[in-house]
């Protein structure tokens, strides 16, 4: 489980989160709220990306600031952009990731292609990254945290730039997995008729 526990966090003069104190069980549950409340620096405290200026995160109930490798090694994270490498293709940016994952060399391969395959990608597994669209650099963004047996997904705006065909596989893939995920998206309509938690973050009290 994945505990919030008095979270906060500031940006200079800026508060963003405050006082947030929540538990994520196994499942997909979808951060809501206004433009700007927070939702993806929610998203990047939980997937250890940033430590807040208040409170803790808990995992398993250690705090995630002194475990960190511990926690990553169970982690799928696809924020909204990723720096990919340009000049190397789709397939060998997952067998890197997977690498840093510790998957062997064989297993890797066989979950690239499949997942390649599942997002829609497997014509173009040994293309450049640099010849990708907005839409497919998406899709190897969400192949890449779904490596592995991932323990806990973090999904920002999954679907985004995808047309609403992909989008559902997308969610297909998402919805089928025993983990715990923790997703943002602008597009609730094409959760319908899914099962999901829904945490609404409040706008920050101005000091």
Known sequence: MLDLNNIGQRY????????????FESGVSVITGPSGVGKTTLLRLCASAERPSQGEVRWCGEVLSRTPRAFRAG??????????PEDITGMDFLLHMAALKKIGL????????????????????????????GGMRRRLGLAQAFLGAPD???????TAELDPQTAGHVNDLIFEKDAIVLMTTHLAESLSGRSFATLNIPMAQAD
């Open 152 to 158: 806990i997904l973090i999904l920002d705006e999954p």
């Open 12 to 23: 200079g003069k800026k508060q963003v989160l405050s006082d947030l104190t929540h538990r």
């Open 106 to 133: 064989r297993e890797a391969k066989s979950q690239g292609r499949a997942l390649l395959d599942r997002l829609g990608l497997g014509r173009d597994a040994d293309g450049r990254i640099r010849t990708y669209s």
């Open 75 to 84: 982690l799928g994270y696809a924020p909204q952009r990723i720096d990919f």
